[in-house]
């Protein structure tokens, strides 16, 4: 009953009931508890240790060895990649094949082809103004492909001077170039020749384009053809191009012309404006030196050894 009144005392001043029974246990007389002579089960004595796992042996270099467990022969072999294809179980699996072989051919494997005029030019010269094309049109793939390539210049209102066809397979090598096999045949100067030919082509660091061609003919003379180019973009529209051939014979061969070595040397500053991508009107500078004796043939021939001409021209391809 005392207890109780004290309860409800305590309530009604705002004491809680938990924090009376702590004071009042406060007072009780730990004596009588005998704290001192308590024994905590486990403290005074060590847990008992987790049993031991029993040793696994597997064979290593030495023979049986007490350890980890280790898996036994070779890791075995990744599943094999799936060969069907889950859009077969829902459509018509005739066409997604038709539809999986429009979306491989759209995406590298298509069939392209193009036509080039690189040069269609009219050179301005002392002794006679003349004209000279350089182009090309292929067809294919971004494998594969089948050129026809074809240049020559002679004098306005005169005879052809040199005139060529090549028929060439190109096959991509890696991104940037392209081997080239094939045949070249040279219609001018007289008398004729055919050549096999093999060489290389594409771009090489910062941008130069790059060409070495080796050619041997049905008569077995051979000769080897470097050119160069690079296009500097001025504006969008307006590009700079510096270019350069040379022609190096292994052997004079009187009746083209051709002496042995370094046979000739063509440089040229071309200023072309593209209205379109496809279509460039152009004005510059070509500068023509024949050397050794090609350059004698020449003058026994009644030619000038070097040459310098203002060209106007376009550049055009579809």
């Known amino acids: 009953m005392k207890r109780l009144l004290?309860?409800?005392?305590?309530?009604?001043?705002?004491?809680?009931?938990?924090?009376?029974?702590?004071?009042?246990?406060?007072?009780?007389?730990?004596?009588?508890?005998?704290?001192?002579?308590?024994?905590?089960?486990?403290m005074d004595q060590p847990a008992p240790a987790a049993p031991p796992l029993p040793p696994v042996e597997h064979q290593g270099h030495g023979g049986p060895h007490a350890g980890h467990a280790m898996p036994a022969g070779p890791p075995s072999a990744p599943p094999?990649?799936?060969?069907?294809?889950?859009?077969?179980?829902?459509?018509?699996?005739?066409?997604?094949?038709?539809?999986?072989?429009?979306?491989?051919?759209e995406n590298g494997g298509m069939t392209f082809s193009q036509l080039m005029a690189d040069r269609f030019e009219y050179r301005a010269r002392?002794?006679?103004?003349?004209?000279?094309?350089e182009g090309e049109g292929w067809v294919g793939?971004?494998?594969n492909?089948?050129?026809?390539?074809?240049?020559?210049?002679?004098?306005?209102?005169g005879a052809l001077e040199t005139a060529e066809v090549q028929a060439l397979y190109s096959r991509a090598i890696d991104p940037w170039w392209n081997l080239i096999a094939g045949v070249r045949h040279d219609i001018r100067p007289q008398p004729q020749r055919s050549y096999a030919t093999i060489g290389i082509e594409g771009l090489a660091p910062y941008f130069f384009e790059v060409e070495a061609q080796a050619f041997l003919s049905d008569k077995g003379d051979a000769h080897v053809r470097l050119e160069g180019s690079y296009d500097q973009r001025i504006t969008q529209r307006l590009i700079l191009q510096p270019a350069a051939e040379f022609n190096i014979a292994a052997q004079d061969v009187p009746e083209l012309g051709v002496g042995s070595g370094l046979s000739t040397v063509e440089l040229?500053?071309?200023?072309?404006?593209e209205i379109v991508r496809e279509f460039a009107p152009y004005v510059g500078v070509n500068w023509e030196r024949r050397l050794g004796d090609t350059a004698r043939y020449a003058r026994v021939a009644g030619q000038g050894a070097s040459t310098t001409s203002l060209v106007m021209g376009l550049r055009f391809w579809f």
């Open 141 to 143: 793939g971004d494998i």
């Open 6 to 42: 004290a309860v409800f005392l305590l309530s009604a001043t705002g004491v809680s009931p938990t924090f009376a029974q702590s004071a009042d246990h406060s007072q009780m007389d730990h004596a009588h508890m005998g704290h001192d002579q308590m024994q905590h089960d486990g």
């Open 268 to 273: 040229g500053l071309r200023l072309r404006y």
């Open 145 to 157: 492909r089948l050129a026809i390539k074809s240049e020559g210049e002679g004098d306005v209102g």
């Open 80 to 105: 094999a990649p799936p060969t069907d294809h889950a859009a077969d179980a829902l459509f018509d699996p005739a066409e997604m094949a038709r539809a999986r072989a429009i979306l491989i051919r």
């Open 126 to 133: 002392n002794g006679g103004d003349g004209y000279h094309w």
